[in-house]
């Protein structure tokens, strides 16, 4: 059927949208191809400044270009300008090369447009939803965790806000059962602590902002050499919340630090926590997806004592961002986060239909079909072909420290858990401060000469260059190419410096 305005017809045409996307799809695949062989920069660099002058342009009232020049515009100028993700030399941030599969069905969840908030606005959606979220939780444990059940959000930063916004309500009922926080807020509340490791990521103490807590409710527990939280802090910090007649109403532990990727010691924690009755909450953002992995599942043991869990699809299962998993253990806990909705869901007539309306249990109301790629990835690869791909990365991560370890001129923070690889150049002529500049000025030498990308941390004072190798085509050979990439680079900005 055509529409009557010619305008509305072009919009909606079936036909242009199968013949640009047909380019489209060819255009893309030729695309990652040339990402893959790593025959260009992974970084065209240009002064965010400078470029920002280019985009002031005014707002188009008639059509300006037509598909073929918004392919054309797509393969000249704004792929070639992005960073290229699927570039062996592309290793700074934890973020996926994503499944070509995966981008597919982000395709499909984009012009099927299914706003899940309740069941009817996305049937097939939500089913997808429910099957992948039991998966992950029987890959944590399938017989612990046998009741569990969560969502998938936009991100790892909510998924963490929605957990510890559930471990509020449960921990604060718990200390005082006639309380509410969700309805009264928390005036009336002793002190409501989080006790964290001080690498966790920022968004744990964002939330607590955001909770009304004050970031500095959360409690820092310090880590040991190895960045692993250090049980006898936690030990220490809780006693003193204890004094103080404090609430605890979480401890969170990393399974993979964003900064170096150490896994804290989860067995541990999670019996400390289990005799405390403390919530404990595991943010596996980065590194749950190990659970993928015959040989390296191991390294999470414990993790099953968690009461809630984050995983992020967009890091090491290798999804298009952004897709992350909220879990909760009781299921029952999954519905507290925003929990006026309860009554009304528990309480109404058809109570287990409404159980299949995703939104009371997140924070977004409209949100995108998330699962479909992840369902189409477990499906076609099997977590065979999904713990591969961790396999590969944490096995690069080892040969990058061994080779890091055999080069005097350079420093190893410490031999890597997972795929984070944190280490330094040497130069003993130049302070403690001078080297810290001098490492973010190698970074910024050799990000913007395009050669690789790779992000730094400053730990405890000390600067580190850090490479999160999660790419499956890097290879030992431009490892080596990086290592000399930044001796070079030290060169050059020492004689620029002069
Ligand atoms: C450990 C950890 N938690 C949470 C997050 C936030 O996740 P997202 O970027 O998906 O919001 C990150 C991001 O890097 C992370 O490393």
Redo the contacts with the bound molecule.
């Keep these: 059927m055509k529409h009557s305005n010619p305008i509305i017809a072009e919009i909606f045409d079936a036909q242009q949208f199968a013949e640009t996307g047909h380019q489209l799809i060819d255009l893309l695949a030729a695309h990652l191809k040339a990402n893959i062989a790593g025959t260009s920069k992974v970084l065209n660099w240009k002064v965010p400044s400078i470029e920002d002058q280019h985009w002031h342009l005014p707002l188009p009232q008639k059509s300006t270009i037509n598909p073929q020049g918004l392919l054309e515009k797509l393969s000249q100028e704004i792929l070639p300008n992005n960073l290229a993700i699927h570039h062996p030399h592309n290793m700074g941030h934890?973020v996926a090369c994503p499944l070509p599969m995966a981008a597919l069905c982000d395709l499909v969840a984009s012009l099927t447009n299914q706003a899940m908030a309740v069941y009817e606005a996305g049937p097939s959606a939500t089913m997808l939803e429910r099957q992948v979220i039991r998966w992950l939780c029987a890959l944590i444990d399938e017989v612990s965790w046998s009741f569990a059940g969560g969502v998938l959000t936009s991100?790892?930063?909510?998924a963490?806000l929605t957990a510890l916004l559930v471990a509020r309500q449960v921990s604060t009922s718990k200390a005082n059962p006639s309380s509410n926080v969700w309805k009264d807020g928390i005036t009336q509340q002793p002190a409501l602590r989080i006790l964290a490791s001080e690498h966790a990521?920022y968004?744990v103490s964002r939330a607590a902002g955001l909770m009304g807590l004050g970031t500095n409710s959360v409690i820092k527990i310090t880590t040991d050499k190895n960045g692993r939280l250090d049980l006898i802090a936690l030990k220490n910090a809780h006693q003193t919340c204890l004094e103080n007649q404090d609430t605890i109403i979480a401890v969170v532990a990393?399974a993979?630090?964003?900064p170096t990727g150490s896994i804290d010691p989860l067995q541990a924690i999670g019996e400390y926590c289990q005799a405390h009755e403390l919530w404990f909450h595991v943010?596996g953002?980065?590194g749950a997806s190990a659970l993928l992995s015959e040989s390296h599942r191991e390294k999470l043991s414990g993790i099953a004592l968690a009461d809630s869990v984050?995983w992020?699809g967009?890091k090491l299962m290798y999804m298009p961002a952004?897709v992350?998993a909220v879990l909760f253990k009781n299921e029952q806990h999954s519905y507290v986060a925003f929990s006026q909705d309860a009554s009304y869901l528990f309480q109404g007539d058809n109570h287990e239909d409404e159980a299949f309306n995703l939104s009371y249990r997140t924070l977004e109301c409209t949100k995108r079909m998330m699962a479909l790629k992840l369902w189409a990835a477990f499906s076609l690869y099997g977590t065979e072909g999904m713990g591969a791909l961790v396999d590969e990365a944490f096995a690069k991560a080892k040969v990058f420290a061994e080779k890091i370890q055999r080069k005097s001129s350079f420093e190893l923070l410490m031999k890597p858990e997972t795929n984070i690889v944190c280490f330094r150049f040497l130069n003993k002529k130049l302070s403690q401060e001078a080297i810290n500049n001098h490492q973010s000025a190698i970074r910024q030498h050799i990000i913007q000469s395009g050669a690789f990308h790779i992000t730094q941390v400053n730990l405890h004072g000390v600067t580190w260059l850090r490479t999160t190798l999660m790419n499956p085509f890097t290879t030992a050979l431009d490892l080596d190419e990086l290592l000399e990439r930044v001796a070079l680079g030290s060169q050059a900005v020492l004689s620029i410096a002069k």
């Design positions: 934890q991100g790892g930063a909510q963490n990521h968004s990393n993979g630090c964003t943010d953002a980065h984050v992020d967009h952004a992350s």
